[in-house]
């Protein structure tokens, strides 16, 4: 017990499913709550009987044994325990099946449209624009509270698993297949979501930013990720810019409204607007982007992403563009 208690002392709110802050996740942790209190009473009973029996044999076994009412209490006990059993797993059963449907059938028809794709090792995430069209973002997810988002799942490559446990529980993300999940947010602020099936060598740092926020700045945000990059005025931005639109960045990446337009990594059109870098690897900083722009192996072995060399002056501008990208 004192392990446990010094263990889970070091679980934060922002990743845990014991902090609901959603709908799904409510049901989930009320469902925890039902198992623990119906398991915990088995085992206490359990314990009990245990401690009886133990007791009860220590007293001579003449007096009692092949009596008939012995016999009798004997039927009469072991018909009462196997009726709380039953009693006890159609109970659980009946009410994981309950919160199975209620999570599966949360749908609205006004919901919000999301795409999100498993690559290794980051998340896509598409929105549907409200006149049509999609907008793309990465490693950063936007819940308007109080409304329904409908996530649509697929991978790239391999098996990953979604999981924001503060809002939902695990759902697979497979290659070849889209799977749903609809999330019920309740509580604006940020949660971290990871990915929670091993996926390769980054498994554990392709986690996910969630922010859950009032209904008017989801829209508000939405709208600024729908723009493409502002205009640079700064000369060494006006630079960076160039290398990376115009370089080898603009193999994979795309930033709208410039000649970038690569498919393969994450959109980097509003890149200083989000909250971290590398789908959680560090907090987003100019520091940051530029040492993880220098050597992305160093920093996340296996990565997907190739090292480009850069003069100093080059790296400088590169990283002052991508910091002005908000
Ligand atoms: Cu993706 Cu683990």
């Known amino acids: 017990m004192a392990a446990a208690a010094a263990l889970l002392a070091g679980c934060r709110d922002a990743q845990s499913a014991l902090a609901p802050a959603a709908d799904q996740a409510a049901w989930v942790f009320s469902l925890l709550g039902l198992m623990l209190w119906i398991g915990g009473a088995m085992y206490v009973l359990v314990l009990a009987f245990l401690a009886w029996a133990i007791w009860r044999a220590r007293r001579p076994l003449a007096a009692e044994t092949g009596t008939r009412g012995s016999q009798r209490g004997l039927s009469i006990s072991l018909g009462v325990w196997a009726g709380i059993i039953t009693m006890g797993l159609t109970v659980l059963s009946l009410a994981s099946f309950v919160v199975d449907r209620r999570v599966a059938l949360a749908g609205a028809r006004d919901a919000v449209q999301v795409r999100v794709t498993g690559h290794q090792w980051w998340w896509r995430i598409q ?3 409200p006149g049509g069209g999609w907008v ?3 490693n950063e997810l936007h819940l308007p509270a109080g409304r329904v988002t409908h996530v649509e799942l697929g991978s790239s490559d391999v098996i990953h698993s979604f999981w924001v446990p503060n809002v939902a529980g695990k759902m697979d993300v497979v290659p070849g297949r889209i799977n749903v999940l609809d999330l019920t947010p309740r509580k604006p602020g940020w949660y971290r979501g990871q990915c929670a099936e091993f996926c390769g060598l980054q498994h554990a740092h392709m986690a996910l930013d969630v922010k859950v926020e009032p209904a008017s700045d989801f829209n508000a945000w939405l709208a600024g990720q729908a ?3 502002g205009p ?5 931005a006006v630079r960076g810019k160039q290398i990376v639109t115009q370089g080898a960045c603009a193999a994979c990446h795309a930033v709208r409204g410039s000649a970038a337009t690569g498919r393969v990594g994450p959109d980097l059109t509003h890149i200083a607007s989000r909250r971290s870098i590398a ?4 907090p987003f900083s100019r520091g940051a982007l530029q040492g993880w722009i220098a050597q992305p192996n160093a920093l996340k072995p296996g990565t997907m992403m190739p090292a480009v060399p850069l003069s ?3 790296a400088d501008a590169v990283s002052l563009y991508l910091t002005s990208l908000r």
């Open 227 to 229: 723009q493409g990059a």
């Open 136 to 138: 793309e973002t990465a």
């Open 232 to 236: 640079s005025v700064d000369p060494a």
């Open 127 to 129: 929105y549907r624009q």
């Open 279 to 282: 789908a959680g690897l560090a």
């Open 312 to 314: 100093g002056a080059d």
